[in-house]
C-alpha cells in the first residue's frame, strides 16, 4: 500500500520561513503535490514534483528527493494568511494514475 | 471559468437513509474524483470517473457508489447511512488522469444523526 507521513502541527512566526516534510512509501511513484486547505474552504493546488529538486512559485516552493522518498514544501516570508492545513500527495501507477493524500499539517503563523 | 460546484452545501441525515451529493467539474475537465475528509484522517480517496467510467476505487464499502454523465457532471451515493459516515465530501476534477492540479469543489458537509 501506500503510506505518508507528515507533521501534525507546525508553528511560525510571521515574516520567518517555515518547512513541512512528508515522507512517503508507495510503489509506481510519478510525483508529489502539495495543497493548502484554509479552515472551511476547499483544497487548493499548490505544486507538482515529478523530478528531483526545487520548483519555486513566489513565497512557496516545493522539493523532492525520489531516492529518499521525500519532499517538502518551504513557505518564506510568512504571513498570517499562510495559517492553513497543507497536505503532501503522491500520485502512483495502480492500473490508472492513483492519488494518495496524507493527513495533513496545520500550520499556524503567529504575530 | 467557473470553478467546480458541489451541491448541497449542507445535508442533514438520519441513520438508514440514503443521500446523492452531485459535482459540476470545470468546463472540459473529463475526470471527476471524491474524496471524503473527516477530522484527523485527511482525504479518503472513494473513486474516480473518466469518460462515463470508474477507473478507481478506493476501499469504501459497496453502500458508496457513484456514476458520471456524458457532460461530465458526477453524482455519488451513499445507501444506509451511519453515523460514521458524516464527513466532508469532496469532489475534485482535472483534465485527464494523474494528479497535476486538482480543482477541489467547495465540499458538500454531510451529518448523519
Known amino acids: 500500500g501506500q503510506s505518508l507521513e507528515q507533521p501534525s502541527e507546525v508553528t511560525a512566526v510571521e515574516g520567518a520561513i517555515v518547512q513541512i516534510n512528508c515522507t512517503y512509501q508507495t510503489s509506481g511513484f510519478y510525483g508529489l503535490s502539495w495543497y493548502q486547505q484554509h479552515d472551511g474552504g476547499a483544497p487548493t493546488f499548490l505544486s507538482y514534483?515529478?523530478?528531483?529538486g526545487l520548483e519555486e512559485t513566489g513565497r512557496f516552493s516545493s522539493f523532492l528527493s525520489r531516492s529518499d522518498s521525500y519532499g517538502y514544501l518551504l513557505l518564506q516570508e510568512l504571513q498570517m494568511k499562510d495559517s492553513a492545513s497543507y497536505f503532501c500527495a503522491v500520485t502512483f501507477s495502480g492500473g490508472y494514475q492513483k492519488v494518495t493524500f496524507g493527513t495533513g499539517t496545520k500550520l499556524q503563523v503567529i504575530p | 471559468k467557473a470553478g467546480v460546484t458541489q451541491t448541497p452545501r449542507y445535508l442533514i441525515k438520519t441513520r438508514g437513509q440514503q443521500v446523492t451529493l452531485s459535482c459540476s467539474p470545470i468546463s472540459g475537465h473529463r475526470s471527476v474524483s471524491w474524496y471524503q475528509q473527516t477530522p484527523g484522517q485527511g482525504l479518503q480517496f472513494l473513486f474516480e470517473y473518466f469518460s462515463e467510467t470508474q477507473r478507481n476505487k478506493g476501499n469504501f464499502p459497496g453502500r458508496f457508489s457513484g456514476r458520471q454523465f456524458s457532460n461530465s457532471r458526477s453524482e455519488m451515493n451513499v445507501s444506509t447511512l451511519e453515523l460514521g459516515d458524516s464527513a466532508l465530501y469532496l469532489c475534485?476534477?482535472?483534465?485527464?488522469?494523474?494528479?497535476?492540479?486538482?480543482?477541489f469543489g467547495s465540499g458538500t458537509r454531510l451529518t448523519v444523526v
Open positions: 514534483n515529478a523530478l528531483d
Open positions: 475534485a476534477s482535472t483534465l485527464g488522469t494523474g494528479n497535476y492540479g486538482y480543482t
